[in-house]
């Protein structure tokens, strides 16, 4: 079974412009996280998802960063516009409801640089 | 509230030596706790979890961790190490009580000397 597949893995764009990052979690899986990593805050949640539905976006640093959920199947975060400070690794990772222990799999990541 | 503390930034053995990663943890509820395990320039992957059933959890790769209510921690331990041991550990825990959320530590570098 395939895991959680994000895309692109790398991305380098320009201050202000417009960034898309992809996320298809696992088959079956209920949940779905989005999570930026940086030297200075390490590892953050911005949003999550349950059954598509966004539960709880406290994380998302401000009105630049949208994140919408169409189908069980795909999710997306977008940055517009972007700024240097944006720059982090960014996971999404899933889970599937019901399980007692609430782990998470995660995505490779997507790794992001705005100049 | 939830919170965990890796109380070690960085760890640095020999190869063939054994391994200890320090983790403490706060929690109002009863706990889940994991070690991630993240090698450089990919995602995260499970190690172990602890779900309130045994208190020793062995993962994947010879590691193991035990699980200490009195003490609040859950540190993660290997006899010997591997140079492919080299890489960031975080130690995360969670509870029934906020849907799933995962409170991460603020890692562990571990680096593996030949």
């Known amino acids: 079974d395939a895991g959680v597949i994000q895309s692109p893995r790398h991305e380098v764009t320009e201050m202000g412009q417009e960034v898309t990052l992809r996320c298809k979690p696992i088959s079956g899986h209920d949940y779905l996280f989005w999570y930026r990593q940086t030297m200075m805050r390490g590892l953050e949640l911005l949003i999550y998802?349950?059954?598509?539905?966004?539960?709880?976006d406290s994380g998302m640093p401000e009105d630049r960063f949208s994140a919408k959920m169409p189908n069980a199947s795909f999710s997306t975060l977008k940055i517009q516009p972007s700024e240097p400070r944006d720059s982090a690794v960014y996971f999404c990772?899933?889970?599937?409801?019901?399980?007692?222990?609430?782990?998470?799999?995660f995505g490779p990541g997507t790794r992001l640089t705005v100049t | 509230a939830q919170s965990v503390t890796q109380l070690d930034s960085h760890v640095s053995v020999s190869e063939g030596t054994p391994v200890l990663l320090r983790c403490n943890y706060s929690s109002s509820y009863s706990p889940s706790l994991f070690w991630y395990v993240q090698h450089p320039n990919k995602g995260l992957q499970l190690l172990l979890k602890?779900?309130?059933?045994?208190?020793l959890v062995k993962g994947i790769n010879g590691f193991e961790a035990e699980f200490k209510k009195s003490e609040t921690s859950f540190h993660l331990t290997k006899p010997s190490a591997h140079m492919s041991d080299a890489a960031e550990y975080f130690c995360?825990?969670?509870?029934?009580?906020?849907?799933?959320?995962?409170?991460f530590g603020q890692g562990t570098t571990l680096q593996v000397k030949p």
């Open positions: 602890y779900t309130s059933a045994a208190t």
């Open positions: 995360v825990v969670t509870h029934s009580g906020n849907t799933g959320k995962l409170i």
């Open positions: 998802f349950n059954n598509n539905v966004p539960i709880d």
């Open positions: 990772a899933s889970r599937k409801a019901g399980t007692s222990s609430y782990e998470q799999y």
